[in-house]
C-alpha cells in the first residue's frame, strides 16, 4: 500500500462530526481496516475532534477544525488542528481516580492516549496527532 495523505476542513460547528465519521467509514472499507482498529479510530477521532470544536475554537462557527490524515501499510496518522489557545494538555486530571469521578473534564484526552499507540500535542494542546498501529 502506497501513503495516501489527506485533509478535511470544516468550521466549529457540532453537525460536521458526521463528516469525521463518515472520513473514517469510507477509510475503513477503502484500506479493509480491522475492526479493532477502526473503533479505536472512531472513538479517538470522534472525541479529538468534538474537543477542538468545543473546547479548542468555543463552538465559533467562524473558526475551522482542519483534519489532516496519512496511511500506509503499517499505520495511520491522524492529525486535529483547531484555532483555539491551546491548553495545558500536560495537566489534565486522570479522570479515574476517585476525586474526579464526577469531573466532565479530561475523559476524552484519557480515551485518546489509551485508543492511539502514540499521541502527540504541539501548538499549547490546539494540535493533536493520534498514530494507530494496523
Known amino acids: ?5 489527506d485533509k478535511l476542513v470544516f468550521n466549529s460547528d457540532t453537525k ?9 467509514d469510507d477509510l475503513s472499507n ?12 472512531l472513538l479517538a477521532v470522534v472525541e479529538g475532534v468534538n474537543n477542538a470544536i468545543v473546547h479548542g475554537n468555543k463552538m ?5 477544525v482542519i483534519i489532516s490524515y496519512a496511511i500506509d501499510e503499517k499505520k495511520i496518522e491522524f492529525t486535529i488542528m483547531d484555532q ?9 486530571p486522570d479522570p479515574t481516580k476517585p ?36
Request: charged content about 30%.
Open 30 to 41: 477503502q484500506f479493509d481496516l480491522h475492526s479493532d482498529v477502526y473503533g479505536k479510530l
Open 99 to 134: 476525586e474526579n469521578l464526577e469531573k466532565t473534564h479530561g475523559r476524552g484526552i484519557f480515551l485518546m492516549h489509551h485508543l492511539a499507540d502514540e499521541i502527540d500535542f504541539d501548538e499549547n494542546g490546539s494540535i493533536v496527532k493520534m498514530t494507530f498501529n494496523l
Open 16 to 24: 460536521n462530526i458526521n463528516l469525521v465519521e463518515k472520513l473514517i
Open 60 to 64: 465559533d462557527k467562524s473558526k475551522d
Open 1 to 5: 500500500m502506497e501513503l495516501t495523505v
Open 84 to 92: 483555539g489557545d491551546g491548553f495545558d494538555f500536560s495537566n489534565v
